[in-house]
């Protein structure tokens, strides 16, 4: 069915989510419904006036966005790096004045790089990543019961994801609770979304716990060691690149968690029951 003259639009929606009109097939009848939809918006990035990556993005939390993929990508380390940050919404624009720009990163974002470093097997994809992904040392440890109060707490906090289906969650946590959440259409998007508020905020990350809705990419684990923080917990699979990473980069990895089971699949020594 042509359904465009159900569904004008003058522009993107500035939030995670949109209603949308549908016809809805019950196994019976089809009905006319309204249906929730994750948003996506473009977001062109400027440094110094100068065009340096669009991203694919939920608009919102632009801010922590912006700052946590710069500080991802090499360009900053810390907010007062930044002169000056002016987001355009509605146009999709983020204009950023840096204090120093590092030619080498803006040269080398997104630019195929493959070898090993600290004499390890770790293999980077990125220039960007083999300068920015560090191996994470933290002493925290937890419990399997930690990991699934964790891991339900995120789930109790995704209700755009309950009405979309379409949202990837990230959640920065304690031992014991949930500090904050992000959603995005991007898996990567909700942890830069992370990692901007914790720069802007200045929280420290040593005894923090990362809680991740979706599967677990090597990028995902590249992000947490960019960010800092040694343990990963999510509810679907991680591949064999991230477990290779994770594994150098001194991540605990743990997976599938889901009603009262889970995987543990790297650095064990920081879940209590498996030492």
Known sequence: MDNEQDNPHAGPSLSSTATWAIYRYNGTEVLPQED???????????????????????PTDTIDLV????????????????????????????????RHLHQLSQKMVSKRFIGSCCGKSRQFYFHNDARTAKTVRTTLQLSIQQCFHLMNQLQEQSEDFRAT????NAALCTA??????????????ALDKIYGHLLRQQIPVRDKVIAFSGRVSSEVALKAAKIGVGIL??????????????????I????????????????????RECR
């Open 252 to 271: 605990t990895v743990v997976g599938f968690i889901r009603r009262d089971q889970l995987t543990v699949y790297t650095h064990p020594e920081r879940i």
């Open 36 to 58: 929730t939809i994750a948003t996506e918006a473009p977001l062109t990035i400027k440094i110094d006036g100068e065009e340096f990556a669009t991203l694919v993005y939920t």
């Open 165 to 168: 289906g379409g949202l990837h």
């Open 176 to 189: 014991n609770e949930l500090l904050l959440s992000r959603a995005d259409i991007g898996r990567h998007n």
């Open 67 to 98: 700052t946590g993929f710069l500080a991802s990508e090499g360009l900053i380390r810390f907010v007062d790096q930044m002169e000056s940050l002016t987001v355009e919404e509605e146009r999709g624009f983020v204009h950023v004045k840096l």
């Open 233 to 250: 917990l999510s509810k679907s699979a991680p591949t064999d690149l991230t477990l290779r990473l994770a594994h150098d980069l001194g």
